[in-house]
């Protein structure tokens, strides 16, 4: 088994391949982060005239977003997707 990194619900996690097959093993601690994380809430504050929602940390980590970064929003019916330009 190697290390390696994968796609779980959108983001990046840690799992191991394996050399012979490629069957690709979550990393167990990491898949658990990720749901944990995805399933936390954040409530829409109201800032002057406009409404914020904070990105925590974990999340960001795991969006690999840092300060500074440009992000922009694409909206459906029942989403919002903050995408990195
Ligand atoms: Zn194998």
């Known amino acids: 088994m190697m290390e390696t990194e994968m796609e779980l619900e959108g983001?990046?996690?840690k799992g191991f391949k394996c050399e012979k097959c490629g069957e690709e093993l979550f990393n167990?601690?990491?898949?658990?982060r990720v749901r944990k994380v995805l399933n936390e809430q954040v409530k829409a504050r109201k800032v002057a005239h406009s409404l914020v929602v904070t990105l925590p940390q974990p999340i960001a980590k795991l969006a690999k977003i840092k300060e500074g970064d440009?992000?922009?929003?694409?909206?459906s019916k029942h989403d919002l997707i903050l995408s990195k330009t």
């Not at 167990?28 to 658990?32: C, D, L, S, V």
């Not at 440009?70 to 909206?75: A, E, H, P």
């Open 11 to 13: 983001l990046t996690v």
């Open 28 to 32: 167990p601690w990491e898949a658990e």
């Open 70 to 75: 440009k992000l922009k929003w694409l909206v």
